[in-house]
């Protein structure tokens, strides 16, 4: 699928990643387009359930943006995105989905060019990847 | 506390100020001389080291000030008197008129579309036209409109009239009059800001001769996407070009409407229009042939230390300008890739946080050339391009570099208005013209009561005028609270 | 109870800034086809005052109860729009903001087929998520009218002595035995050549006698808990335990000079550091006849990439004190860039220069060799190199973060930079403010600064602190997390997930959570395995109305 641009959804908390996003975007640091953000106060807040939702929805990738380690403005909501995402990732596994659709990303409000990096590795790794198998019905 | 602060100066030390004040309950007058407030950050394009948009990070302060309910902004006025003492200042205000009724006006801005006048836009530095009847800047806060009194035609006696008739809010109105009222203050906090040093002093650099060089203002008004140029990055002498090539062409087109009208007429057309004719037609085909070339920008240098630390001029540092010319760098090679930029510094003063980093960014990940010398001579070369002669110290070699655009990263003098307010409320300068202070206590003028802070006191960054903006307001609530 | 939603979306052009890589009018276009929205309205700057009242009026006229703008960052213009919905007689909360501008417009300027679709995608997700907003309100609470200032150096004994005048308690701690920070040890200060002893004593003396100012030294803080306005701060002074509640903190734990181990054969005896200058000129203790100082040592290179701002004048304030204290003593500077920054540093050196102090670049890639005696260095002038006679060599290192400052950031949960100093909210306009609302910084803990410097920044400090403290109560957004007893299990997770430890159990065994203390993270919600917790903010719904809109319905994915 030559022509195949994946659809990758972003848990991107206020305080860290979104502020990263935010500071690509006026850096002007141009990444590919496949990136979908849904902002959260932390990413704390995202549960195993909504990033199942997000695949099951259409997303052919997900990641979870949280700060990076250490620094967590909530002191250890990134950790436990960390957790839940591992655990997805497993569960992915048992059910013969690739578990590198799903990832997390750490990362610090200054760090727009990071933003903007992680976007294109995700994309990259995406279209590799190819379609999420919950997707083929629309390709 | 039932005295208020007056504050003078709507730039960024104002407006921190200003609202540190309101957020504890003190009343606070802001005077701000232009029709908005926003000061010389309103005109930058971005801050650095962050690359922020400047307006876009200074918005939303400019609303909590005018809308904090103890805030009373006074736009377009001037301090014409100051009598009595700490804890009891009586200040004369002078609130110009606008013609404009301010609760009328909606900004929609058909007025200044309407208005046949157009005269040089203040805001962009002359590099662009207003009416008028205008508004500072498009996120210029109060959000209204003003008329200009000297380029007006009904001031002026002619017949006008075009923007009451066509004002949906009737807000034109005039008949207005400036309005002089007293307040009384316990405090002062002077936060009138800098001037821009006007370099065609120096005749060397040829600023105001030769059309590409600029200053660095200049600079962040064409960077600016609500600049002149929507944010392309032109030199002056290709919008000149352009400027010229619209005016030629419309008398081209005058003149042949000419020579039809007499053929039509006579049966022959005047020699002399159809020589004007060809000329006019030849320059065309002259500028014509030079605009590709005009368009390019890929080479620019920035000179540093324009004025400052230069004892025929200021002998201070204006404190900014390497960072300054540093994001313009940056920012100009977002632009476009393919740029360079070169800059002639003789310190690399980066001493803030993140400052030096940025600067190291420039050089390693903008390709920016930076070269130990102070800039001798700049001229006008092959087409017209400028040059600029500088000794390189690391290398002691003297060289000749042409480059397409060269900007001048001018000194910061002190607000021409300073001396005048210094005398009528009784502080004093140092020997630069800045205000003086005490290093213990850095933010009290001479005068007590009065306080300062920003740019006022000495050249500064951003964030060292927002720090010491926050102290002038502890300040000046302390002396309300000591004697208002 | 409204029956029906209508929602209102407001598309910014942002001058070009997003109109010039997107079709304005073909997401406008798109929002109207989209479920529950009443009216779609674009505009050319939404933000400015035409563009905000634009939308008050029209929530008005048209009746819509939910308003979604597609502009820039909500991190800087919700506030706005927020007011404005409230003013337009709608909870702020029922606004949603979506960013096509710094997360679409500025980052794909390449590949505006692909933009424009993203940007409507953007749309649509919000709309869907502004379907399940829900209606907040404020909580409000006591402010403790105390302040503690963590650090008694001319920073911190300014704010401290500031926030008294105003009339508020201070608890001020001191790690060291004794106050006064790194100025105890200097000799003068520049350019108003005060002592500095005498300058730092007459603060100590100050905050010693002024009641409202509690002192402590050989102080720790220990824990923080509780947030803006009702901080609850264990410490200790010595052998003794305190706990006492604040409404505000201000960190002023200052820095400390880099000792500078085996950079140009330091021995601290005859290559000394400008502090051990310091002492020996205070102690008029001075006799070399030939210094040479050389500046940027471990400061501007890659380990440690940061200009220390105050060597410079350092430098520049120490070689005229040699010129006075020996008698055609010969000074050399040995630098990269001077940095004399402003009107008063520039005009010194100007005067050192006068004075006959000699000033010789030196490169990074070519820095000066201290030998026994002298000390060698390429001079760019004379196209050379050239042996200086040094009886004394002085290195001018950085100020560089306390050792501790790790630590203290974790108990406070702020955070530091990379080069370990204290990070503030906003490098330009919020200085002195931490993100974390309440607690402040100025000095030498935020970044290396002189003493002017250091006392406006005190000052400022002071007066942010002022703002919360100035309040009998502090009003707190509700968006933070509620515990539905009937659903709560009594599992305890929250409790233990919670790294505020926040929620408690209650008499009945049904977890509760305070609603002035909560942080609103959210992370109890994600973990409640009984999905017990009501987070209105960023309810479960809407995070999962975006992902059901993720993809358009019935839309094939191609490359058109």
């Known amino acids: 699928m030559s ?133 083929h019905s629309r390709y | 506390m039932g005295k208020g602060v007056l504050v003078i100066g709507g730039g960024i030390a104002g407006i921190q100020t200003c609202l540190d004040l309101a957020d504890q309950g003190i009343t606070v007058y802001l005077v701000e001389c232009l029709p908005c407030i926003g000061g010389k950050m309103a005109q930058l394009d971005k801050t650095f080291p962050t690359n922020d948009c400047s307006i876009c990070i200074m918005g939303p302060k400019l609303f909590e000030v005018e809308r904090h309910p103890k805030t009373h902004l006074l736009a377009y006025s001037e301090v014409e008197a100051v009598s009595g003492q700490a804890g009891d200042f009586t200040v004369k205000v002078r609130k110009k008129a606008r013609y404009v009724d301010e609760e009328k006006c909606t900004a929609c801005g058909l007025c200044a579309e309407k208005c046949p006048v157009t005269l040089p836009d203040e805001f962009n530095l002359g590099m ?85 060089v600029i200053t660095s203002m200049e600079f962040e008004r064409l960077i600016n996407a609500s600049g002149p140029t929507g ?81 025929r001029y200021n002998r201070h540092c204006c404190s900014f300008g390497c960072m300054h010319s540093v994001k313009e760098a940056i920012v100009a090679i977002e632009h476009s890739a393919e740029l360079q930029s070169t800059i002639f510094f003789t310190d690399m003063r980066a001493y803030g946080k993140g400052f030096h980093e940025y600067c190291m960014r420039g050089a390693s990940e903008y390709g920016i050339r930076f070269v130990r010398g102070r800039v001798a001579e700049i001229g006008q070369g092959d087409e017209d391009r400028p040059f600029l002669w500088c000794e390189d110290m690391e290398t002691q070699e003297v060289n000749k570099h042409p480059f397409d655009l060269v900007i001048l990263a001018t000194a910061c003098v002190p607000s021409k208005g300073i001396e005048k307010l210094a005398k009528m409320i009784g502080f004093e300068l140092d020997e630069s013209g800045f205000v003086r202070t005490d290093s213990n206590t850095p933010t009290s003028t001479s005068a007590n009561g009065v306080f300062v802070c920003g740019c006022a006191q000495g050249p500064m960054d951003i964030p060292s005028s927002v720090s010491m903006a926050s102290a002038a307001a502890l300040m000046a609530g302390r002396t309300l609270k000591a004697l208002g | 109870m409204e029956t029906e939603l209508r929602i209102g979306v407001f598309v910014c052009h942002c001058g070009i800034n997003i109109a010039g890589v997107l079709n304005i009018e073909d997401l406008c276009r798109y929002a109207d086809t989209l479920p529950n929205v009443a009216m779609v309205q674009a505009n050319v700057f939404t933000c400015a005052q ?70 409507r995608d953007l749309i649509r997700m919000a709309v869907a998520r502004a379907s399940f ?64 002893s005498k300058l730092i004593g007459e603060k100590v003396a100050a ?119 020996v008698k055609d003593a010969k000074v050399f500077v040995l630098f990269r860039d001077i940095q004399a920054y402003g009107v008063e540093n520039e ?34 002038g004379m196209g050379k190199e050239v042996s200086l006679p040094a009886d004394l060599v002085v290195l001018s290192t950085p100020i560089v973060a306390s050792s501790d400052s790790e ?36 000095g030498n803990a935020r970044f290396p600064a002189t003493v002017r410097e250091a006392t406006y920044q005190a000052l400022g400090a002071a007066s942010r602190a002022s703002i919360i403290l100035s309040h009998d109560t502090i009003e707190r957004v509700g968006t933070v997390a509620a515990v539905e007893a009937e659903l709560c299990s009594g599992c305890f997770v929250c409790v233990k997930v919670c790294p505020y430890k926040v929620p408690r159990m209650n008499e009945n065994g049904k977890a509760e959570i305070e609603p002035m203390q909560c942080q609103g993270c959210g992370i109890c919600v994600a973990e409640c395995p009984a999905e017990a917790i009501r987070f209105r903010y960023a309810s479960d719904e809407q995070i999962t109305a975006a992902c059901n809109a993720l993809h358009a319905p019935q839309e094939i994915r191609s490359e058109n």
């Open chain 1, 3 to 135: 022509s195949f641009e994946p659809l990758i959804a972003v848990f991107s908390c206020h305080y860290c990643s979104y502020a990263a996003a935010d500071l690509a975007g006026s850096s002007r640091i141009q990444y590919p387009p496949n990136i979908r953000i849904i902002k959260v106060p932390c990413t704390g807040r995202v549960s195993a359930n909504h990033i199942l939702k997000a695949l099951e929805r259409g997303a052919d990738g997900v990641y979870v943006a949280g700060c990076l380690e250490g620094t967590c403005h909530f002191i250890s909501g990134n950790y436990k995105a960390q957790k839940r995402v591992q655990y997805v990732k497993a569960l992915l596994s048992e059910i013969n989905i690739e578990p590198e659709r799903v990832e997390m990303h750490f990362m610090s409000a200054a760090q727009g060019s990071k933003f903007a990096a992680v976007a294109a590795e995700m994309t990259d790794v995406i279209k590799e990847l190819g379609p999420s198998p919950l997707n």
């Open chain 2, 128 to 212: 662009s036209t207003r009416s008028a009847i205008y508004k500072h800047f498009p996120q210029g806060v109060p959000s209204v409109y003003t008329i200009d009194k000297s380029a007006c035609r009904v001031f002026q006696g002619k017949k006008c009239n075009i923007c009451a008739k066509v004002c949906e809010a009737k807000a034109v109105d005039y008949e207005q009059e400036d309005t002089v009222f007293d307040l009384n203050v316990g405090a002062i906090i002077v936060a009138a800001g800098f001037d821009v040093f006007e370099p065609s002093d120096i005749k060397a650099y040829g600023y105001g001769t030769i059309p590409d």
């Open chain 2, 231 to 311: 944010g392309h990055l032109e030199r002056p002498s290709s919008l000149n070009t352009k400027t010229e090539v619209k005016q030629l062409e419309r008398r081209i087109r005058k003149a042949k409407a000419r020579v039809k009208s007499l053929e039509k007429d006579g049966g022959r057309s005047s020699e002399e229009i159809q020589e004007t004719l060809e000329r006019m037609n030849e320059r065309l085909a002259i500028i014509r042939a030079r605009e590709a070339s005009l368009q390019e920008v890929k080479e620019i240098a920035f000179v540093q230390c324009v004025g400052s630390r230069d004892f």
């Open chain 3, 50 to 119: 035409k563009g905000t009242s634009e939308i008050e009026k029209v929530v008005k006229e048209q009746g819509l109860n939910r308003v979604v703008v597609a502009a820039c960052t909500p991190r800087t213009h919700e506030p706005i729009f927020r007011a404005c919905c409230q003013e337009a007689g709608i909870n702020p909360y029922f606004f949603e903001m979506v960013n096509i501008r710094e997360h679409c417009s500025w980052v794909h300027r390449h590949n505006k087929v692909y933009a424009q679709a993203k940007a």
């Open chain 3, 133 to 196: 907003l829900e209606p907040i309100g404020t909580f409000s609470s006591r402010v403790e009218p105390k302040a503690m200032v963590i650090g008694a150096g001319v920073a911190g004994m300014t704010c401290a002595l500031a926030i008294a005048d105003q009339g508020f308690e201070v608890i001020l701690l001191e790690k060291e035995v004794r106050m006064g920070g790194l100025l105890r040890h200097l000799h003068k200060i520049a350019p108003c050549d005060v002592t500095a």
């Open chain 3, 207 to 325: 905050a010693e006698k002024d009641d409202r100012v509690k002192c402590f030294t050989s102080a720790r803080v220990e824990e923080v808990t509780g947030c803006i306005g009702n901080y609850v701060v264990k410490f200790s002074s010595g052998q003794e335990s305190y706990t006492d509640k604040v409404g505000v903190i201000v960190v002023a734990t200052g820095g400390v000079p880099l000792e500078p181990v085996d950079l140009f054969n330091y021995d601290g005896k005859r290559v000394i550091t400008q502090s051990q200058l310091e002492a020996r000129l205070k102690k008029g203790d001075i006799e070399a006849k030939s210094v040479v100082m050389i500046q940027c040592v471990g400061a501007r290179i890659p380990e440690r990439n940061y200009c220390s701002r105050i060597c410079c004048m350092v430098a520049i304030k120490n070689s005229l004190h040699m010129k006075k204290a």
């Open chain 3, 347 to 380: 005009a010194l050196f100007l005067k050192a220069r006068e004075e006959g102090v000699r000033f010789i670049r030196y490169r990074l890639d070519n820095p000066p060799v201290v030998e026994d005696g002298r000390v060698r260095i390429y001079h760019p």
């Open chain 3, 407 to 442: 630590d203290l950031s974790k108990v406070l949960k702020v955070p530091v930079d990379e080069n370990k100093f204290f990070l503030e909210a906003h490098p330009k306009l919020s200085p002195l403010d931490f993100a974390t609302s309440g607690i402040y910084l100025c």
